[in-house]
């Protein structure tokens, strides 16, 4: 059961051009946005389509793969945790992200 705690899996499509950074010793560390879509149906029969975004990050080798072949628009799967951290911006104010910390990638469509 280990295995199942804090892990996500989400199926959508790039919101932006991958954002790329390389460290020292040329670590990589990726950064996306991934929107899903679900619909329901409202209180009147109409057809509503919700849009959630979430907000990717990827290290090593899955940040390579993002970086040669992810592109905006494309639909990707992943698979990794969800996790939390602040920081304190500029101002000084504390602010707060919610990510996902990938694991794994599957290209998905053309």
Do not use: C
């Not at 970086?67 to 951290?85: D, N, Q, S």
């Amino acid at each position: 059961m280990n295995a199942m705690k804090n892990k996500v899996q989400l199926i959508g499509h790039v919101g932006q051009e991958p954002e790329i950074k390389t460290f020292d010793g040329g670590k990589k560390l990726a950064n996306i946005t991934i929107a899903t879509n679900d619909y329901y149906i409202n209180d009147k029969g109409d057809k509503v389509e919700q849009t959630e975004w979430h907000k990717v990050t990827a290290w090593g080798k899955v940040a390579e793969i993002i970086e040669k072949y992810v592109t905006k628009g494309k639909e990707i799967a992943i698979e990794g945790k969800l996790t939390h951290r602040s920081y304190d911006d500029k101002d000084g104010n504390k602010r707060y992200i919610t990510e996902v910390v990938v694991n794994d990638i599957l290209l998905m469509g053309k």
